[in-house]
């Protein structure tokens, strides 16, 4: 029996393929590789919280059975990354027979695409070397980061962000099992936040029922230390009217009252952009002001001086409408 206090992310992570939420022509192409036990190297790339790491660990449970750990080293790339890692602990294990009767057994390097190059190409050649007894799964977020002769000898699966309807799937799943109740509106507003990630998703879920049983779209925004998409769409139109001050207000009251971080603002503001109804030109000059400013905080500028100019900013570029 699970323990209350586990993590969600954890604790509902998909045991098999079919249990997994979107990619479904990912799945069905895996699955076909699992029934003929027939399976070659493979790259994952796509966003964070998609499913890459799930649907490695899915595969080696489907293979293996319940010894499925015996057969499978996991490494985080991103922990060790280094030319010495590929060397030794991959090439060690890559050159043991498995344990069993399986005639292959599995690698899974986790963030690929923070090995060094070195270890790339020290990589590239144990994967020749050891074609009989092992199969490497790479999974990444960025494809291009892995070498050209690596990608060549994988077959590469892009994982999408995750639909409203794919989070929902696995809210039902989630609730049935910890008897909560979840609003449309609430599942909205996560799927807003998280961006498509599921991970992230499942976590504000966990951090909002922690709250209340029945998860509305009040209590998600509470938890989240994120302003809604309203909320800032409202300063942006302040601004761009020529009310300064309002917007100004309302500013203060999100890096103040609210707590959020002025990157956090910058980036809902630069996905509001695209809701407000002006035509593209203003957008673009919006949009250009608001790469400007987000380099600024990057760099180290005090963020409270820099969005507030970078409301004075939107209100010249305002002026220019009328």
């Not at 003929?36 to 890459?52: E, Q, R, W």
């Not at 892995?146 to 809210?171: G, N």
């Not at 599942?187 to 498509?196: P, R």
């Not at 966990?206 to 809604?228: D, G, H, R, W």
Request: glycine share 4%; with cysteine.
């Amino acid at each position: 029996m699970a323990e209350a206090d586990e993590i969600w992310v954890e604790k509902y992570r998909p045991q098999k393929l079919d249990e997994m939420v979107g990619q479904e022509e990912i799945v069905t192409r895996l699955k076909s590789f699992v029934e003929k036990k027939s399976l070659p190297n493979l790259l994952f790339a796509g966003p964070a919280g998609t499913g890459k790491t799930t649907a490695a660990l899915c595969i080696a449970r489907e293979l293996f059975g319940e010894g499925w750990r015996q057969n499978m080293l996991e490494l985080n790339a991103s922990d060790e990354r280094g030319i010495d890692t590929i060397r030794t602990k991959v090439k060690d294990y890559a050159r043991t027979r498995p344990i069993g009767d399986f005639p292959y057994k599995i690698i899974l390097l986790d963030e690929s695409d923070a090995l060094t190059a070195d270890a790339q190409n020290a990589l590239r050649r144990t994967m020749e070397m050891f074609t009989h007894t092992t199969r490497f799964i790479l999974d990444c977020n960025y494809s291009s980061r892995i070498i050209e002769p690596i990608q060549s000898r994988c077959a590469v699966f892009r994982f999408r962000r995750l639909t409203e309807k794919d989070i929902e799937q696995m809210f039902r799943r989630i609730a049935k099992e910890e008897k909560l109740t979840v609003t449309p509106e609430a599942v909205q507003a996560i799927t807003y936040l998280s961006e498509g990630d599921l991970r992230k998703a499942i976590n504000i879920l966990q951090a909002a029922a922690a709250l209340s049983k029945k998860v509305t779209e009040k209590t998600v925004y509470e938890v989240s230390a994120a302003a809604k998409p309203e909320e800032v769409r409202q300063m942006l139109e302040l601004a761009l009217s020529g009310k300064f001050e309002e917007a100004r207000t309302k500013l203060q009251e999100l890096l103040i009252d609210r707590g959020l971080a002025g990157e956090d603002i910058i980036e809902q503001v630069h996905r509001e952009v695209f809701n407000l109804k002006m035509p593209e030109s203003i957008k673009v000059e919006i949009l250009d002001k608001i790469g400007e400013f987000s380099f600024r905080l990057v760099q180290g500028a005090n963020e409270r001086i820099q969005l507030e100019a970078m409301l004075a900013h939107f209100g010249l570029i305002g002026a220019k409408m009328k």
